[in-house]
């Protein structure tokens, strides 16, 4: 049977199928190359069997995948059934991530040992890491999004780039703060044009850019679709820039200073659980905050329609 | 005149700016059909001939052009304004428009310019015509060859009575060889021409 | 592809018409840099370490106004609607519109920009590096900077818009681009940051013309 719905699905679903699982678990080892040791060897080897199990499965059960997918895409695609759903998560997300958060910021900030190089100043990497990781990562979503918005059309997907790009911005901003405040007690200065904090300014305007693109533009359809050009166009850019500003910081040998002083040195691990805690704090706050954002702007783009009546009422 | 459908219309239905224009909007264009789109301003009628020239997507509803009609081939769309730069003559205007479209016959042009009241004035820029004229030059192009279909936005403005029997000659001209007319006017061209009516959310069709 | 060679030949027309629009970034550009030796202390040896960046900057600043007018003057004639359901694919048109501006006001920029290196005591070896770099660097901006043009066309005060989306996308040029007259200044090698601006060219080149068109669509409605 299976066999079967592979060759009624055809060459090019198998294909799409090879492709995206490789394509990702290229995207995770290129990702994940430059973790630590250990953290590389658990993301790699548990990446890697869920690729090789999504791909088998995918195999034998292709009828089962293409009827999930489906049923997914016109779920979450469907504004209404996406505030639903949205809204039976929200709870259970927002738990964890307030547990996260305040156990990884307490945790780091008081029981953390202090730096041998920087004594204390350094615990605001417990801010600073989680804030730019997030706003990198919530702009490839913004990416991601604005190419599923720009093929398929999907309302869902603009909607979703209206909702990461303020909390991106705000990430990019606490990211570029807190890095001029910990820049203050370990260079003596509080902004460097170092590769990094450069590459998040340069996001940051990224961010307002497509901020200001959609508030720009009247229509609100015009408007998605516009940032979600944008938004694709901006994701090739940030690979780019990373790569164009690391090269220009090569240039100037003076000012390549890493984070936590000489490069390679890794972080002990007594610093890095409360430092990986913040992160995923940090993953699930952005989870929270766009799902809700996403809601608010379902229930204005629909206020007409009679399930917004009924839920508003 | 042929009887294949060209355009399926089925539950149109389109909002803008949070005001619904029109909705259950329903036709079926053959051949050799006239018609016009009618309303008061801001009904809908320059949005309607854009969704229908593929300019404007946000719609509900399908809209099925005949099978074998690559639209943007068989079409011919003269918007609201006259769609020409000022700076270049009619001429040099109506030659790139045509080579967009795979024409090059300077003479077709030439005859296209002079069936409109435009001979002599070829080759003067476009800003030393009056509205009229301007105005003709765009329409120009309803005497070139090869667009069955034609979707025309206010054909009639700024062109005086004599202009506009000229059109309304032409456009007839065009259903009789089996072409399809959509245009927006206030101005019925016969008794017998088929009329899209909007207005305040509602659309009507008649006959 | 007569619909290519087409818009080609018409932009040239429109550009001779009104020679002005074709003129402004010029002057704006030997305008700009010629501000900087005003405005810094004649410290031997400063002028000729800025000049990569004052070159590149007046450059790409000047590129950016001109794209403001690229698709406006089509837009508010009602000719944007012809290109987009014309049957000659928009790639196609979108390539040779912004390829004809290049031609008409990049390529002057490119051509004035060793004077103006050599104004800003930049020795005469380097000069051709400027020349090269900014002959690859200036018609990527001009694709990058066309698909902001085509997302803020008819829009309010678009050209501020045009700004703030357009700069982020051209820092990786400005940063190979004044990096490799940096390069030359030091007397290094710089055909491997050539190579990178002309990769760059060819990608802007290929793959932005879809952009732009898509930008042209999104604007119009669609």
Same mark, same amino acid.
């Given at each position: 049977?299976?066999?079967?719905?592979?060759?009624?699905?055809?060459?090019?679903?198998?294909?799409?199928?090879?492709?995206?699982?490789?394509?990702?678990?290229?995207?995770?080892?290129?990702?994940?190359?430059?973790?630590?040791?250990?953290?590389?060897?658990?993301?790699?080897? $548990?990446?890697?069997?869920?690729?090789?199990?999504?791909?088998?499965?995918?195999?034998?059960?292709?009828?089962?995948?293409?009827?999930?997918? =489906?049923?997914?895409?016109?779920?979450?695609?469907?504004?209404?059934?996406?505030?639903?759903?949205? $809204?039976?998560?929200?709870?259970?997300?927002?738990?964890?991530?307030?547990?996260?958060?305040?156990?990884?910021?307490?945790?780091?900030?008081?029981?953390?040992?202090?730096?041998?190089?920087?004594?204390?100043?350094?615990?605001?990497?417990?801010?600073?890491?989680?804030?730019?990781?997030?706003?990198?990562?919530?702009?490839?979503?913004?990416?991601?999004?604005?190419?599923?918005?720009?093929?398929?059309?999907?309302?869902?997907?603009?909607?979703?780039?209206?909702?990461?790009?303020?909390? $991106?911005?705000?990430?990019?901003?606490?990211?570029?703060?807190?890095?001029?405040?910990?820049?203050?007690?370990?260079? $003596?200065?509080?902004?460097?044009?170092?590769?990094?904090?450069?590459?998040?300014?340069?996001?940051?305007f990224m961010y307002l850019g497509v901020i200001a693109l959609q508030n720009a533009i009247r229509d609100p359809r015009q408007a998605g679709r516009a940032a979600a050009l944008l938004s694709v166009v901006g994701v090739i850019n940030v690979v780019i820039v990373r790569y164009s500003v690391d090269w220009?910081?090569?240039?100037?040998?003076?000012?390549?200073?890493?984070?936590?002083?000489?490069?390679?040195?890794?972080?002990?691990?007594?610093?890095?659980?409360?430092?990986?805690?913040?992160?995923?704090?940090?993953?699930?706050?952005?989870?929270?905050?766009?799902?809700?954002?996403?809601?608010?702007?379902?229930?204005?783009?629909?206020?007409?329609?009679?399930?917004?009546?009924? =839920?508003?009422? | 005149?042929?009887?294949?459908?060209?355009?399926?219309?089925?539950?149109?239905?389109?909002?803008?700016?949070?005001?619904?224009?029109?909705?259950? +909007?329903?036709?079926?264009?053959?051949?050799?059909?006239?018609?016009?789109?009618?309303?008061?301003?801001?009904?809908?009628?320059?949005?309607?001939?854009?969704? +229908?020239?593929?300019?404007?997507?946000?719609?509900?509803?399908?809209?099925?052009?005949?099978?074998?009609?690559? +639209?943007?081939?068989?079409?011919?769309?003269?918007?609201?304004?006259?769609?020409?730069?000022?700076?270049?003559?009619?001429?040099?205007?109506?030659?790139?428009?045509?080579?967009?479209?795979?024409?090059?016959?300077?003479?077709?042009? +030439?005859?296209?310019?002079?069936?409109?009241?435009?001979?002599?004035?070829?080759?003067?820029?476009?800003?030393?015509?009056?509205?009229?004229?301007?105005?003709?030059?765009?329409?120009?192009?309803?005497?070139?060859?090869?667009?069955?279909?034609?979707?025309?936005?206010?054909?009639?403005?700024?062109?005086?009575?004599?202009?506009?029997?000229?059109?309304?000659?032409?456009?007839?001209?065009?259903?009789?060889?089996?072409?399809?007319?959509?245009?927006?006017?206030?101005?019925?061209?016969?008794?017998?021409?088929?009329?899209?009516?909007?207005?305040?959310?509602?659309?009507?069709?008649?006959? | 592809?007569?619909?290519?060679?087409?818009?080609?030949?018409?932009?040239?027309?429109?550009?001779?018409?009104?020679?002005?629009?074709?003129?402004?970034?010029?002057?704006?550009?030997?305008?700009?840099?010629?501000?900087?030796?005003?405005?810094?202390?004649?410290?031997?040896?400063?002028?000729?370490?800025?000049?990569?960046?004052?070159?590149?900057?007046?450059?790409?600043?000047?590129?950016?106004?001109?794209?403001?007018?690229?698709?406006?003057?089509?837009?508010?004639?009602?000719?944007?609607?012809?290109?987009?359901?014309?049957?000659?694919?928009?790639?196609?048109?979108?390539?040779?519109?912004?390829?004809?501006?290049?031609?008409?006001?990049?390529?002057?920029?490119?051509?004035?920009?060793?004077?103006?290196?050599?104004?800003?005591?930049?020795?005469?070896?380097?000069?051709?590096?400027?020349?090269?770099?900014?002959?690859?660097?200036?018609?990527?901006?001009?694709?990058?900077?066309?698909?902001?043009?085509?997302?803020?066309?008819?829009?309010?005060?678009?050209?501020?818009?045009?700004?703030?989306?357009?700069?982020?996308?051209?820092?990786?040029?400005?940063?190979?681009?004044?990096?490799?007259?940096?390069?030359?200044?030091?007397?290094?090698?710089?055909?491997?940051?050539?190579?990178?601006?002309?990769?760059?060219?060819?990608?802007?080149?290929?793959?932005?013309?879809?952009?732009?068109?898509?930008?042209?669509?999104?604007?119009?409605?669609?």
């Amino acid at each position: 049977m299976s066999s079967d719905a592979v060759s009624r699905a055809g060459l090019p679903a198998h294909f799409f199928v090879v492709s995206l699982s490789t394509g990702l678990l290229a995207l995770v080892t290129w990702f994940i190359w430059s973790a630590p040791p250990v953290a590389r060897t658990v993301w790699l080897a $548990g990446g890697w069997t869920a690729g090789v199990l999504f791909y088998y499965g995918a195999l034998r059960y292709p009828h089962w995948y293409w009827q999930t997918l =489906e049923r997914w895409y016109h779920q979450l695609g469907s504004p209404p059934h996406f505030y639903r759903i949205a $809204g039976l998560w929200l709870p259970w997300l927002v738990i964890i991530a307030t547990v996260l958060c305040v156990v990884g910021v307490v945790w780091g900030l008081a029981f953390a040992p202090p730096h041998h190089e920087q004594g204390n100043s350094y615990r605001i990497i417990y801010l600073h890491v989680p804030a730019s990781s997030a706003a990198l990562m919530a702009y490839v979503a913004m990416g991601v999004a604005g190419l599923v918005a720009l093929v398929w059309r999907l309302k869902m997907a603009e909607i979703a780039i209206k909702a990461i790009a303020p909390f $991106g911005a705000v990430m990019a901003a606490v990211s570029l703060l807190s890095g001029a405040i910990w820049g203050r007690p370990t260079w $003596g200065t509080y902004w460097i044009w170092d590769a990094r904090l450069t590459s998040m300014l340069i996001l940051f305007f990224m961010y307002l850019g497509v901020i200001a693109l959609q508030n720009a533009i009247r229509d609100p359809r015009q408007a998605g679709r516009a940032a979600a050009l944008l938004s694709v166009v901006g994701v090739i850019n940030v690979v780019i820039v990373r790569y164009s500003v690391d090269w220009w910081q090569s240039l100037h040998q003076g000012s390549s200073m890493s984070m936590f002083g000489t490069a390679g040195s890794a972080i002990h691990p007594s610093m890095l659980a409360p430092l990986l805690l913040c992160m995923f704090g940090t993953y699930f706050l952005f989870a929270v905050t766009v799902l809700v954002r996403a809601r608010t702007e379902i229930l204005w783009r629909e206020r007409k329609s009679a399930w917004v009546r009924e =839920e508003v009422a | 005149m042929s009887e294949h459908p060209l355009l399926t219309v089925e539950a149109l239905a389109c909002e803008r700016d949070d005001r619904l224009l029109f909705r259950d +909007l329903a036709f079926t264009a053959r051949g050799g059909d006239i018609w016009q789109v009618a309303g008061p301003n801001g009904a809908g009628k320059t949005t309607l001939l854009r969704i +229908l020239a593929g300019l404007f997507g946000f719609y509900e509803g399908t809209l099925s052009w005949h099978q074998d009609l690559v +639209l943007r081939q068989a079409m011919l769309y003269l918007g609201h304004r006259p769609g020409l730069r000022e700076e270049l003559s009619p001429l040099e205007n109506l030659t790139w428009l045509s080579a967009l479209h795979g024409q090059r016959d300077d003479n077709a042009l +030439l005859a296209a310019l002079a069936a409109v009241g435009l001979a002599g004035f070829e080759d003067l820029p476009v800003a030393h015509l009056s509205a009229g004229q301007k105005r003709r030059v765009a329409l120009a192009r309803l005497w070139l060859p090869g667009k069955p279909i034609w979707i025309l936005d206010e054909p009639f403005t700024a062109i005086d009575a004599e202009g506009i029997a000229l059109v309304e000659q032409r456009l007839r001209h065009h259903a009789e060889q089996g072409g399809l007319v959509i245009y927006t006017s206030h101005h019925r061209l016969a008794a017998d021409t088929r009329q899209i009516l909007l207005g305040r959310g509602a659309a009507r069709v008649q006959p | 592809m007569s619909g290519f060679s087409a818009t080609l030949r018409r932009e040239v027309l429109l550009a001779s018409r009104s020679p002005a629009d074709m003129v402004n970034p010029l002057f704006f550009f030997v305008v700009v840099v010629s501000l900087f030796p005003l405005a810094v202390p004649p410290t031997p040896g400063l002028l000729e370490a800025m000049a990569p960046g004052v070159v590149w900057v007046a450059a790409l600043l000047a590129v950016m106004l001109s794209l403001d007018g690229l698709f406006r003057s089509d837009e508010e004639a009602g000719v944007l609607d012809q290109l987009l359901v014309a049957p000659v694919e928009l790639y196609f048109t979108v390539l040779a519109k912004v390829l004809a501006h290049w031609l008409l006001t990049g390529l002057p920029l490119v051509l004035v920009a060793p004077l103006l290196g050599y104004m800003l005591q930049l020795p005469a070896e380097v000069l051709g590096s400027l020349l090269l770099g900014l002959l690859l660097g200036t018609p990527t901006l001009m694709f990058i900077g066309a698909i902001g043009a085509a997302l803020t066309v008819g829009l309010r005060r678009g050209s501020m818009l045009l700004a703030l989306l357009v700069l982020p996308l051209y820092i990786p040029v400005l940063v190979f681009g004044a990096g490799s007259l940096g390069r030359a200044l030091e007397g290094l090698p710089v055909s491997p940051v050539m190579a990178v601006l002309g990769a760059m060219l060819a990608m802007a080149m290929s793959l932005g013309p879809f952009a732009v068109a898509l930008g042209l669509r999104i604007s119009s409605g669609d």
